[in-house]
């Protein structure tokens, strides 16, 4: 047992010695009294180790306390030995805990991109599509099926090569063969088109050139080329484009809802070339002029069979060319060969001269070469169309009464054109 003593002033000389021995004998009976007047107060026990540990881990700044009991001593290393060995286990635990969840994520992200594309290859598989479509011609499985890809690049070599067939014409002259051979290869690409789509799209033209100069062929060849080209439509001229060709499907439903059987088939061509011709005005009024130089070389344009975007093609199988050095001659001409047709004689219709007339005056044709007058411009034979249809309006009110001549007149397609060749 040790003395305590209180903190005293240690004297000078043999005194201060003397008074620093008493207050250590005061202190020492001091404590003794003390001790025994302390009443017996049960000691604290001893908490678990167990719990000591767990509020305290035993650290490297954890104080060291020596048990006196050797069994005690004994206990406290192996916990603690069994504590580090724990703690280590835990940090492990945890490590691995981290990695299973950092696995688990990965392994649940890829689970959800599998499922993704499983849901996504077991939807239907969407099969071509129309470019550009309106009314109920994007559902045409002919042109679903075309290769727009191949007939754009196919327009893209063929547009370049025809003004050297114009110029051919012009002079007189037959093409160059190699040239003839490169056009004919690439033209095939186009009429395989306007071959499938035979019978799908309404015209009245008797040959597959009123289905390729349908507004919904055209606008997809448009955008086929200028794809090819490098000129590509945007969203914005296609959405213009889709527009036009509604309106034109109005249009259409307007004139076909106009028609009985008195109609003249000569009407019903020309209100459809006319119609065309509108809507290729306004297709390029969309394009860019850069885009329509793609499409259209300004010197062929408007030529039949050289502008490949013109409606005048329909009317390839339609045209019927007169042509004398004076005017006098192509309205007799126009006579004899309409009194053929109507198996009628050439003086009925000299009853109705002032008809002719007025047909002569609207075709208005010039003199030409022989050279030039072998290029119609689709507008010209628009114009004789028109007059054509009200030419033969006239005859059939003069064939009065014969009804197997009226019924002929009805049925003619033909557009005759007047051409003066001059000297």
């Not at 062929?217 to 080329?225: E, G, K, M």
């Not at 090819?228 to 914005?236: E, I, K, N, S, V």
């Not at 009226?406 to 005759?416: D, E, H, P, Q």
């Amino acid at each position: 047992m040790k003395n305590y003593t209180l903190p005293v002033v240690i004297g000078v000389g043999v005194g201060g010695l003397v008074v620093g021995v008493l207050v250590i004998l005061v202190g020492s009976a001091l404590f003794l009294t003390a001790r025994q007047s302390t009443p017996d107060v049960e000691a604290p026990r001893p908490q678990p180790v167990a719990n000591m540990v767990a509020d305290r881990p035993i650290t490297a700044e954890t104080p060291h306390i020596e048990p006196e009991d050797e069994t005690l001593r004994t206990r406290v290393r192996e916990l603690e030995a069994e504590t580090t060995r724990l703690q280590g286990e835990l940090t492990k635990a945890r490590a691995e805990a981290e990695t299973g969840k950092t696995e688990h994520q990965r392994v649940q992200g890829r689970l959800a991109e599998a499922e993704a594309e499983l849901a996504r290859l077991r939807q239907p598989v969407a099969g071509p599509t129309v470019p550009i479509s309106f009314g109920q011609w994007g559902e045409l499985k002919e042109l679903k099926d075309t290769d727009w890809k191949d007939v754009g690049s196919a327009l893209q070599t063929m547009v370049p090569l025809l003004p050297a067939f114009g110029a051919a014409m012009r002079e007189n002259k037959e093409p160059d063969p190699k040239l003839v051979k490169q056009m004919q290869d690439n033209n095939f690409k186009l009429v395989k088109v306007a071959v499938a789509l035979k019978g799908k799209l309404p015209s009245h033209a008797k040959t597959v050139n009123g289905e390729y100069t349908h507004p919904v062929t055209l606008v997809n060849l448009l955008h086929a080329q200028l794809a090819a080209a490098g000129m590509p439509l945007t969203d914005a001229q296609k959405q213009r484009l889709t527009e036009l060709g509604e309106e034109y499907e109005k249009r259409w439903a307007a004139l076909q809802a106009g028609y009985d059987d008195s109609t003249l088939e000569l009407r019903k061509l020309v209100d459809e070339v006319e119609l065309k011709q509108w809507f290729v005005d306004e297709m390029f009024k969309v394009t860019t002029p850069e885009q329509k130089a793609v499409a259209v070389d300004p010197s062929v344009e408007g030529v039949i069979s050289l502008d490949l975007y013109s409606p005048g093609l329909m009317l390839v199988q339609h045209i019927h060319p007169r042509r004398e050095t004076e005017r006098e001659k192509l309205k007799v001409a126009a006579k004899e060969g309409l009194a053929k047709e109507l198996k009628v004689e050439r003086a009925l219709l000299d009853g109705i001269e002032f008809a002719f007339d007025d047909w002569l005056n609207a075709c208005a044709p010039e003199p030409r070469t022989e050279a030039e007058i072998n290029l119609l411009h689709t507008r010209e034979v628009m114009r004789a169309g028109r007059a054509g249809v009200e030419l033969l309006a006239h005859v059939v009110q003069a064939l009065s009464g014969n009804a197997e001549a009226i019924a002929a007149a009805r049925k003619l397609n033909m557009v005759a054109v007047p051409q003066l060749q001059a000297p």
